[in-house]
């Protein structure tokens, strides 16, 4: 495994939030697709700048779009949180700084 992909464990958790297409060509391997998103969301490179080892970039770019825009994304995360506040995983303890309004660019 490679500093910024998934392990077997967290695919374990992401893996029956995604859903899967079908119908279509023969897919690429969902890890391999999932693993090519969070590489280019961690190190902000070009689309066609993405590693060989994700396959063609198109390949990762158009479910990762697809998934954002419908809100895929957003379920898993709340399911994912869901089931580590379940297990007693999660710290709620929420600290709030009284000057975030400042850094928005909010007048008090």
Same mark, same amino acid.
């Given at each position: 495994? +490679?500093?910024?992909?998934?392990? !077997?464990?967290?695919? !374990?958790?992401?893996? %029956?939030?995604? %859903?899967?297409?079908?119908?279509?060509?023969?897919?690429?391997?969902? +890890?391999?697709?999932?693993?090519?998103?969070?590489?280019?969301?961690?190190? !902000?490179?070009?689309?066609? *700048?993405? %590693?060989?080892?994700?396959?063609?970039?198109?390949?990762?770019?158009? %479910?990762?779009?697809?998934?954002?825009?419908?809100?895929?994304?957003?379920?898993?995360?709340?399911?994912?949180?869901?089931?580590?506040?379940?297990?007693?995983?999660?710290?709620?303890?929420?600290?709030? *700084?009284?000057?975030?309004?400042?850094?928005? !660019? +909010?007048?008090?």
């Amino acid at each position: 495994m +490679r500093r910024r992909e998934l392990n !077997g464990q967290e695919r !374990g958790l992401l893996a %029956p939030l995604i %859903p899967r297409a079908l119908t279509g060509r023969p897919r690429v391997d969902d +890890r391999q697709v999932i693993n090519g998103m969070i590489y280019k969301i961690r190190t !902000g490179l070009q689309w066609r *700048d993405l %590693p060989d080892r994700f396959g063609p970039w198109q390949t990762v770019y158009t %479910p990762l779009s697809s998934h954002a825009l419908s809100g895929v994304f957003a379920q898993a995360l709340q399911q994912i949180q869901a089931q580590a506040d379940a297990a007693g995983d999660i710290d709620w303890l929420v600290q709030i *700084d009284s000057t975030f309004g400042a850094c928005l !660019g +909010r007048r008090r």
